[in-house]
């Protein structure tokens, strides 16, 4: 018996056009089905969680890539209260960000990140890492 893949819903939150270009790309590749939103800033982040505003039909997604250096709302503001709220906190919040420091890292697993990935600088590596992401994420982890 096949099992049908169900599509996920993807909340990006990325203010690097070109990263997120990659991520796009990466994430529509044949395979699993992605339904994938964006957003540019923390504020933006939060009105599409709290579907206000332009968001107002906005899908819960089932998980979030957050970068932490968004622009009106740092990525740990972000992270910090959609944890600390009961209808999002089961959202898995995957950190995805230029950002090596042991500090950042402890940080936003303290403030209970899924998982901290790093942005590779090489293209190849950035998509193999996006990839890998979407078959964990989207392939063996069951999901809320």
């Known amino acids: 018996m096949v099992q049908k893949i169900k599509e996920i819903n993807v909340l990006l939150a990325e203010d690097n056009p070109g990263d997120v270009f ?14 994938l939103a964006e957003v540019s800033d923390g504020e933006e982040t939060m ?11 906005s899908i819960r997604p089932n ?18 209260e959609i944890k600390e709220n009961e209808e999002l906190k089961t959202i898995p919040i995957v950190i995805l960000t230029s950002s090596k420091s ?8 303290s403030l ?17 890492t996006i990839k890998s992401l979407k078959n964990f994420w989207f392939k063996f982890v069951q999901l809320p």
């Not at 990659?22 to 992605?34: F, H, R």
């Not at 009105?47 to 039909?57: A, D, P, R, V, W």
């Open 112 to 128: 209970h990140a899924s998982c901290y990935l790093t942005k590779p600088v090489n293209l190849s590596e950035f998509t193999a």
């Open 22 to 35: 990659i991520i796009k790309a990466a994430l529509n590749e044949n395979g699993i089905p992605c339904q």
């Open 47 to 57: 009105k599409f969680l709290y579907q206000e505003g332009n968001y107002s039909n």
């Open 63 to 80: 998980v979030i890539i957050l970068d932490l250096n968004l622009p009106k709302k740092h990525g740990f503001d972000v992270l910090k």
């Open 102 to 109: 042991e500090k950042d890292i402890l940080k936003s697993y």
